[in-house]
């Protein structure tokens, strides 16, 4: 797709001045996918590491690839920029042959030069690639050039992280920059009734401008300390018309049949068709369930925009860019190249947060004070309070049996839509999807989201065992009109599928009577699907026997059933207190060809940890009068002192292709703590988070 869209050569690599610049659409956000493009480049071209740079992703400049997510940074924007280097390789050794002779085996990459061997003529490799057409086409069927040692690049900017240097889009200070704050209403079906002039007339005694477009409400102005005071005191002296609340309901009693609209899902993919008569019987059955939870980024959203009069600059950590600018510049009767958005990190971002929102609601305060660049930061209450959360979900499991084998499976996923970022579309999908368009004047009704009939895209992802099955049934269920606003989380529904799939394996390997490794390994023909289970088993071997109260869960997924292979055990103690405490975790991974080991295992090892989180800790509430977890103590995460030890293991598959890996360890993560859970205690725990109560209550149901 993205070679498609942009076939030049110059569209990803270009010269700049002494070095090469990468450019990419994918954005950074902790994946090191910059660093994996340095690293891809660097084996190709043999420059050194300083002559090296990545662009700034920004609108109309950088390649549009639309939304960074789905694992899909390497398998896209990698093999274009290494189909570019590799181009860009062949005609540098073509220019070299053709000024000075010699055959292409004459003739080598090293340190930065074109160098024929055995003399000294040496020519610079960036002098070479100034000299090429600007029109030369990428030739995506050239073989890549793979030298058998290449040193691995650090993560780009992590000393200066290490060293607190790094500026992340919340510490940009621009030249008369004015700091604004958001008044958030109560909850999101609330709408401002008036303000108290006397609150008013204070802002504008102290030099503060006041933004109000309906219920949208903000304050702006030179510094930030009084900005946030005066946000504060504006809250209280507005009065809101509450309407009635939002509703105080038993959330899983929504997820079920006669609420959806339903689809079977055949290889994968949702079919537009009647839906299956689910089995007479089963002879296992299980309900796995998972709350509203959020990202909890470590830093709120944010935004920084300036309007120049005919032009709106906007810095933002928004995953899409290109679909934002689209989304801003209809809201406000723009033409898209009268936007342009760069991105900038922010801390701790992963997924649809704030970042679009905050985006938009600087771009409205930045509109009303030309020239003058507008630092907008959501704080933490309205990060946790209006943030899009992953939807809830519930996964019906039916299982027939056979001589100790799945003779049939039925998968039913019940949940609201995942995606709600900003994307063109009919009806202003874009606008609609912006929060502050919401309260405006001319205030839209929140977009409904048509169903997703991708394959393995939102509720359904990896809903389709991965495991040889002679007949599955399955069965998305969208449920609509549910309290809170929704949209993509890390790995959307694998999460949960995973979670209801590999728990129920686990189950039935118990009453097969078989180790749960070898029973999986008894329905799986993958090869390389075998072989991280049996890597997993060598290493679990290894491992000291338990304690008494300690247990022992595994859990094996395939992100989309064609990425990242993982298989993880996990080792934990249920206490006396009923808190769950990780001990040690062993993660084993096929990713294919590696480009950025040490990237690789961050990878797997954060999504573990953000896992383990939501295992253990995290549940979105709420009541009539609005969300109630707005911090960290009302929406706990997994803490230092709750870390495990924690094993990673690569297998070399280097002559396979690379493929995704960021979102592969979550969702049999929560599996392998389910399952160690039950190893220790007997309970099966089938409702995330498993935290104390549920523990205690469980315990008490037995």
Same mark, same amino acid.
């Given at each position: 797709m993205s070679l498609k869209d942009y076939p030049r050569v110059a569209d990803w690599l270009t010269t700049d001045g002494d070095s090469l610049l990468i450019h990419t659409g994918k954005?950074?956000?902790?994946?090191?996918?910059?660093t994996a493009l340095v690293r891809i480049v660097q084996e190709e071209l043999a420059l050194p590491l300083l002559q090296i740079g990545i662009a700034p992703v920004r609108t109309g400049h950088a390649p549009d690839e639309g939304i960074t997510s789905g694992s899909n940074s390497i398998e896209q924007s990698g093999r274009a920029v290494a189909s570019a280097a590799a181009t860009l390789r062949k005609h540098a050794l073509d220019m070299a042959i053709a000024q000075h002779g010699g055959d292409r085996a004459d003739w080598v990459l090293e340190d930065g030069h074109v160098q024929r061997a055995g003399t000294n003529l040496r020519l610079g490799l960036i002098?070479?690639?100034?000299d090429l057409p600007p029109d030369l086409p990428v030739d995506p069927d050239l073989p890549r050039h793979v030298p058998s040692v290449t040193p691995a690049p650090d993560m780009r900017g992590i000393s200066a992280m290490v060293q607190g240097r790094y500026s992340f889009l919340h510490d940009l200070d621009l030249p008369g920059m004015w700091h604004a704050r958001r008044v958030s209403p109560p909850h999101a079906r609330a709408t401002l009734r008036e303000i108290d002039q006397t609150a008013i007339d204070k802002i504008d005694a102290k030099g503060l401008h006041l933004l109000r477009d309906g219920s949208f409400i903000a304050v702006a102005g030179p510094r930030e300390w009084d900005v946030v005071k005066a946000a504060t005191s504006l809250g209280l002296a507005c009065t809101w018309d509450k309407g009635g609340g939002l509703p105080e309901t038993d959330i899983f009693a929504h997820l079920v049949p006669e609420n959806a609209q339903r689809f079977p899902v055949v290889n994968a993919t949702p079919q537009d068709a009647p839906v299956p008569a689910p089995f007479d019987a089963a002879d296992l059955s299980a309900r796995y369930e998972r709350p509203y939870q959020m990202h909890g980024?470590?830093?709120?959203?944010?935004?920084?925009?300036?309007?120049?009069?005919?032009?709106?600059?906007?810095?933002s950590h928004s995953q899409g860019i290109y679909p934002l600018r689209e989304a801003i510049a209809d809201s406000l009767g723009l033409m898209p190249d009268q936007v342009e958005i760069t991105h900038v990190p922010g801390s701790g971002c992963y997924g649809h947060n704030g970042a679009d929102d905050a985006a938009f609601e600087a771009a409205l305060i930045a509109m009303a004070h030309p020239n003058t660049p507008i630092l907008l930061k959501w704080s933490r209450e309205d990060e946790h309070a209006w943030e899009p959360y992953a939807p809830p979900m519930a996964v019906q499991i039916d299982v027939k049996l056979a001589g100790g084998r799945i003779a049939a499976l039925s998968a039913e996923a019940h949940s609201d839509t995942h995606r709600g970022r900003p994307r063109p579309g009919p009806n202003r999908a874009g606008p609609a999807k912006l929060l502050a368009n919401r309260f405006r004047t001319e205030a839209m009704d929140p977009y409904v989201s048509p169903a997703?009939?991708?394959k393995h895209a939102g509720m359904h992802r990896n809903l389709d065992p991965i495991y040889d099955i002679p007949e599955t049934r399955l069965v998305k269920n969208l449920v609509r009109g549910l309290p809170h606003r929704t949209s993509a989380m890390r790995c959307l529904g694998a999460v949960t599928n /995973?979670? =209801?799939l590999e728990s129920m394996m686990d189950d039935l390997a118990r009453s097969a009577e078989s180790d749960p490794i070898?029973?999986?390994?008894?329905?799986?023909?993958d090869p390389r699907a075998k072989a991280v289970l049996s890597e997993l088993d060598r290493r679990i071997s290894a491992r000291p026997a338990l304690p008494d109260g300690a247990g022992r869960g595994i859990a094996y997924a395939q992100y989309k059933n064609a990425m990242t292979r993982v298989g993880i055990a996990v080792e934990l103690t249920v206490t006396d207190t009923a808190e769950t405490r990780l001990d040690h975790?062993? /993660?084993? =991974?096929?990713a294919g060809r590696v480009i950025d080991p040490d990237g690789l295992i961050a990878q797997l090892e954060g999504g573990f940890m953000q896992a383990a989180s939501w295992a253990l800790c995290e549940e979105v509430t709420w009541d009539r009068d609005g969300i109630t977890s707005r911090d960290w103590d009302s929406y706990p995460v997994i803490r230092f002192d709750n870390v495990p030890?924690?094993?990673?293991v690569v297998l070399e598959t280097s002559g396979t292709p690379s493929v995704g890996a960021g979102e592969a360890s979550p969702g049999p993560t929560v599996a392998a703590i389910a399952n160690a859970i039950h190893a220790a205690t007997g309970l099966r725990l089938r409702r995330m988070p498993f935290a104390p109560d549920a523990i205690t209550q469980a315990a008490l149901a037995v």
């Open positions: 954005v950074d956000i902790g994946q090191r996918i910059s002098e070479l690639a100034n980024a470590l830093a709120p959203s944010a935004a920084l925009a300036e309007w120049t009069g005919d032009r709106l600059i906007l810095h997703n009939m991708g /995973i979670f =209801a070898a029973f999986r390994q008894s329905h799986l023909s975790a062993t /993660i084993v =991974a096929d030890d924690l094993d990673v």
